[in-house]
């Protein structure tokens, strides 16, 4: 399936012209977030978690998942700038365990 869109390319300079019924591959900007932090979709545990390292310790913290972009997430709300988040995923992970940072 697919979707017709016709488009007007003004000042765009083209290498080879466009002939007509070409199939092209187009970005189209979703909108502007605001106040979400954007990191990979490992980071987010149980769709609504992550966790944050504090005094080599792990922090459950929960968040808003705002929307998916490719292999990202944004979220909002539980993090703070400066935080130190667990993108990495692990399978028995927890609030208080100890952690290094490599």
């Not at 016709?6 to 970005?27: E, H, N, S, Y």
């Not at 609504?48 to 705002?66: C, H, P």
């Amino acid at each position: 399936g697919g979707v017709q869109v016709f488009a007007r390319l003004d000042g765009t300079d083209l290498t080879k012209p466009l002939r007509p019924g070409a199939f092209v591959t187009i970005t189209v900007p979703d909108r502007t977030y605001r106040a979400v932090a954007r990191m990979p979709e490992s980071a987010l545990y149980n769709g609504d978690t992550v966790y944050v390292i504090k005094d080599e310790r792990l922090v459950k913290r929960d968040v808003e998942l705002v929307a998916r972009i490719d292999n990202d997430v944004l979220l909002r709300g539980g993090l703070k700038m400066g935080d130190w988040v667990v993108i990495t995923k692990f399978a028995e992970i927890g609030p208080g365990q100890k952690v290094e940072v490599r």
